[in-house]
């Protein structure tokens, strides 16, 4: 590391490492000398794998991020919590519908919602999860599946929750519901599906496949492009 | 504003260009620049990175010196006692090693057939490259489109090397899965009256690019794990498997597994076995960042290989023309093809565009390096490294204010998060580590060469020659991946339990090794990259 990087103080779980500052806190843990295990996964903040709690040297508060895409800052008291344990409802997605009898079965915790919005306080993707819970309370899916659809799944808002809700996995269900159900199917995927079960789009194929490189190569140099 | 200095003066001359860019057209590369530009500028054709395999059924071709690294290792298990004839710790008719996109859908299809599944996965069940794939899947199933017209793509991308069953395979059930897909509830982005919209891609010739967002991957990966947990499908994470087993006629007959948080071995037995591993970006090929997941090491082509599975084209990998470059912290993050997509262009030092922005990625990743390395023309970084300017505000210019917020939700937010909006200010990019075009060689049910031994998705080889497609590697998944886990179940039914379990093929293995001494103290498959006191 060269010297006109500054260092920044960080504490994991606890313990003080000097880390650069340029570093994520997933970064960082490692340059302490953490082999992951757990708590990191895609690296790119789409797995919600690294949820991560901090506060900050002098403060109160409580904040979040995902480790892999907040950068460690001097001062920085935090600890990762890699896994909750979160109910999931399981369903057949033939036998259910999308209404409110039949996803007040699955997940009916989601009606004891208290309005606290520590769930949407909570969110490293600040999606206002609150809000969505109250969509699907009144059985709006098409609108809870919109608000929801940047969750990761990463559980912190479940780890506030003081009703035990489990947003992330009931907006999942919201959000299979209005895509079986509420959206429309496209109509002539449809009739391509039936056609190539039927076998006539075969001869097309057939005839490429079995063709030599040379008259591939030159379809392909003359093909028309949308 | 994230760029300062220098930088920001550089920024400045990309946005006082680009009204006057709107609408003007770069010219595609013919046949001849194409390959004039891979074969100078694209790693896989710079001979210092390669060598020559010393061990194993492809003892003789020639592989990335990273790979060759771990495909000449001595097992795990060489010094350890594993009796093979206790009773095993799991016994399942399917095995499924891995739990991406291609483990899920061979889970749902062979759980479908009735037989017994397990998946074991070395991170989280769904911690996978298909997680993270954002830009979408393609699957010619529009009027104006045919598979016909998708395998041309395909081949063509592919530099005609595909395996042509393979990419048949492919093409003909990629409207089969955005069926089954929708059928299960995946969040498609659609029309009012349900039409798919689609977009091009790199080397497509029709709009066939299906897309959930920009979280594509993501919203297929979550649907087929929910989908696969509601079945009840046994799934044992932070679990590997770091050998296979054989039977007494040397076909596959389970996995040695490893609880990565005990470091306690196991072992499985099932009829049949499925490679999903996925790929091996994490082994950092010539020092490369890669976009790939933590768990990219490529354990499953090593387990493979030392069982006797053909390998095939495991030499190509695929750098994404659009890796993060700047700020440090998005350095080798993907940048989604769907960015270049909906228009964004690369542009040099000058704000002069070199290349057309759908060129396929071989070729895009190539001309990049060309304009930094050769030309001298890419934007110097205070990193040290030098980038080109990927222009994506002009996106809204183009289609309307607030396309990239609606489109391009996952890329504004994480660019957001280290100081960059990419609706008013350019990406900073180089070419990244993103796929691993090759692997275990399959056939059209995803059958390696070793009987009773599947393998599907991104670590199976042959579907897309030596250059895949965007969008082809979301489709390979679920296509092979469906058909691994219907021909498993179909071959379990019919099987009795495998007897002799052993693992000779390690002893044959370690005897190549000590006869060439090609493995030095080296042990594998790596499991886990080591980022530590970097």
């Not at chain 1, 690296?43 to 794998?49: N, Q, Y």
């Not at chain 2, 007959?253 to 609880?259: K, M, R, T």
């Not at chain 2, 960059?420 to 070419?431: F, N, T």
């Not at chain 2, 007897?499 to 293995?509: A, I």
Request: proline share 4%; aromatic share 8%.
């Amino acid at each position: 590391m060269s010297d006109d990087i500054k260092m920044v103080d960080i504490y994991v779980m606890g313990k003080r490492y000097t880390v650069p500052e340029t570093l994520t806190i997933m970064d960082g843990m490692e340059y302490a000398g953490y082999q992951l295990k757990r708590g990191c996964g895609c690296r790119a903040g789409f797995c919600g794998a690294c949820a991560t709690v901090y506060r900050m040297a002098g403060d109160y508060e409580l904040k979040v991020g995902l480790a892999c895409q907040t950068k460690v800052e001097d001062g920085m008291y935090l600890a990762q919590i890699p896994f909750f344990p979160g109910r999931k409802a399981t369903f057949d997605l033939e036998e259910i519908k999308p209404s409110v009898a039949h996803f007040a079965q699955l997940y009916p915790e989601v009606y004891r919602c208290l309005g606290c919005s520590s769930c949407t306080k909570v969110c490293p993707q600040d999606i206002d999860v609150m809000q969505y819970i109250a969509y699907i309370q009144r059985g709006d899916f098409e609108k809870a599946a919109d608000l929801s659809f940047d969750c990761l799944m990463c559980g912190l808002c479940v780890s506030r929750c003081p009703a035990n809700i489990v947003h992330y996995n009931a907006a999942l269900t919201a959000r299979r519901l209005y895509s079986r159900y509420v959206a429309k199917p496209d109509a002539y995927l449809a009739e391509r599906t039936r056609a190539i079960e039927e076998g006539k789009l075969d001869a097309e194929i057939d005839e490429l496949v079995r063709s030599e490189v040379d008259k591939l190569k030159e379809l392909y140099a003359n093909r028309d492009i949308e | 504003m994230p760029y300062k200095g220098k930088l920001g003066e550089l920024a400045k001359k990309v946005e006082a260009s680009r009204a006057s860019r709107v609408g003007v057209e770069f010219p595609r590369m013919t046949m001849d620049e194409r390959n004039d530009v891979l074969r100078n500028f694209h790693p896989d054709y710079n001979e210092d990175g390669f060598r020559e395999l010393k061990v194993g059924v492809n003892k003789g071709s020639r592989l990335t010196n990273e790979m060759a690294d771990i495909f000449e290792s001595w097992s795990l298990l060489r010094d350890v006692d594993f009796d093979l004839t206790a009773k095993p710790d799991y016994d399942v008719d399917v095995l499924i090693i891995g739990g991406g996109g291609a483990g899920a859908s061979a889970a749902l299809e062979a759980h479908a057939a009735g037989t017994k599944v397990m998946i074991a996965t070395k991170l989280r069940f769904g911690d996978a490259n298909t997680m993270m794939a954002q830009g979408g899947i393609q699957a010619a199933d529009k009027e104006n489109d045919t598979p016909a017209i998708h395998y041309l793509d395909v081949v063509g991308g592919g530099r005609f090397e595909n395996i042509p069953e393979l990419a048949r395979a492919l093409v003909m059930d990629a409207p089969l899965v955005i069926k089954w897909l929708e059928e299960m509830g995946t969040m498609f982005d659609k029309k009012e009256d349900g039409t798919m919209i689609t977009i091009h891609g790199g080397g497509t010739s029709r709009k066939r690019m299906h897309a959930a967002r920009d979280y594509t991957g993501a919203e297929i990966m979550r649907t087929l794990r929910d989908e696969v947990l509601n079945k009840g499908i046994e799934v044992v994470e932070f679990t590997a498997a770091v050998e296979l087993i054989l039977d007494q006629h040397g076909r596959a007959a389970g996995a040695v597994l490893q609880n990565l948080e005990t470091e306690q071995y196991m072992f499985a037995r099932a009829k049949t076995v499925i490679i999903a591993t996925g790929g091996s970006g994490r082994l950092h090929y010539r020092g490369f960042p890669t976009s790939n997941h933590y768990g990219a090491t490529a354990d499953g082509l090593v387990i493979g290989y030392r069982a006797g599975a053909k390998a095939i084209y495991a030499d190509s990998i695929q750098y994404h023309p659009t890796g993060g470059a700047y700020p440090p912290q998005l350095l080798g993050l993907l940048v989604t093809e769907k960015t270049r997509g909906l228009g964004a262009t690369p542009l040099n030092i000058n704000a002069e565009q070199f290349v057309y922005h759908l060129e396929t990625r071989d070729v895009a990743s190539a001309a990049i390096i060309r304009e930094c390395e050769e030309r001298g023309l890419g934007v110097p970084l205070p990193t040290g490294i030098t980038a080109v300017w990927l222009d994506s505000p002009i996106i809204d210019l183009i289609h309307g204010e607030g396309t990239v917020e609606r489109q391009l939700p996952a890329m504004l937010r994480q660019f957001q998060r280290f100081g960059v909006d990419i609706r008013k200010e350019p990406m900073l990019i180089y070419p990244t580590l993103h796929y691993q075009n090759g692997g275990l060689l399959i056939d059209e049910n995803g059958l390696s060469t070793v009987e009773h031994l599947y393998v599907a998705g991104e670590a199976a080889g042959g579907i897309h020659g030596t250059n895949r497609l965007m969008g082809n590697s979301l489709l390979d998944i679920i296509v092979f991946g469906r058909r691994a886990g219907r021909h498993a179940a179909a071959a379990s039914q019919d099987l009795s339990l495998p007897e002799g379990l052993n693992m000779g093929h390690l002893d044959v293995f370690h005897q190549e090794l000590e006869a060439t001494g090609a493995a030095d103290h080296r042990v594998g498959p790596m499991l886990l990259p080591h980022y530590t006191h970097r």
